[in-house]
Antibody, heavy 116, light 110 residues
Framework: EVQLVESGGGLVQPGGSLRLSCAAS????????MEWVRQVPGKGLVWVSR????????TYADSVKGRFTISRDNARDTVYLQMNTLRADDTAVYYC?????????WGEGATVTVSS | QSVLTQPPSVSGAPGQRVTISCAGS?????????VHWYRQLPGTAPKLLIY???NRPSGVPDRFSGSKSGTSASLAITGLQAEDEAEYYC??????????FGGGTKLTVL
């Protein structure tokens, strides 16, 4: 079964750091671009970042550029999102998704709450 | 404010046809980048509904169709059913390969 499972969410203070992980299974992970998308409950989807299959090309939304870093470990079939200098407006559910032609597989999401 | 503009809400009676628009610009949709559509039910992850402007993934009924023209795209749903009630999002790209989602459209089945 093709599956993505996020982990690493939680409560963090403003200015703190958190690393999200997304474990993939059921497909050849290295063949796919992977994405992170976030959503404030009750609000719309916001794209965060993308990484290519080799891990050599990354792209970020302006709102997270310089604070967040996407990476991947193809040996572990896992993509990561390192989030630094977190702000209250980073509070959201973070989804990882597989990209081929559109985001065709999504995880269930990990909740990140930035609050003192 | 989203780069891609969708109506906040649309509605229709069972059996009717509704369309959801997604207005972009020459920097994204108008530059030739594909548009994808997603459906999201409350409390669940989004699901890919249309990819590459007009294509349906396996398992998506042919009641759903996508189109693209110029700087905008549309999702059409025919034979509206109660279970179609959900939030719908369009997505495209810009020249920097950043992705953008529309603000979302809530479909209400009357």
């Amino acid at each position: 079964e093709v599956q993505l499972v996020e982990s690493g969410g939680g409560l963090v203070q403003p200015g703190g750091s958190l690393r999200l992980s997304c474990a993939a299974s059921g497909f050849t992970f290295r063949n796919y671009w992977m994405e992170w998308v976030r959503q404030v409950p009750g609000k719309g989807l916001v794209w965060v970042s993308r990484i290519n299959g080799e891990g050599t090309t990354t792209t970020y939304a302006d709102s997270v550029k310089g604070r967040f870093t996407i990476s991947r470990d193809n040996a572990r079939d896992t993509v990561y999102l390192q989030m630094n200098t977190l702000r209250a407006d980073d509070t959201a559910v973070y989804y990882c998704a597989r990209e081929l032609d559109g985001m065709d597989v999504w995880g269930e999401g990990a909740t990140v709450t930035v609050s003192s | 404010q989203s780069v891609l503009t969708q109506p906040p809400s649309v509605s229709g009676a069972p059996g009717q046809r509704v369309t959801i628009s997604c207005a972009g610009s020459s920097s994204n949709i108008g530059a030739g980048y594909d548009v994808h559509w997603y459906r999201q039910l409350p409390g669940t992850a989004p699901k890919l509904l249309i990819y590459g402007n007009t294509n349906r993934p396996s398992g998506v009924p042919d009641r759903f169709s996508g189109s693209k023209s110029g700087t905008s795209a549309s999702l059409a749903i025919t034979g509206l059913q109660a279970e179609d009630e959900a939030e719908y999002y369009c997505q495209s790209y810009d020249r920097s390969l950043r992705s953008f989602f529309g603000g979302g459209t809530k479909l209400t089945v009357l």
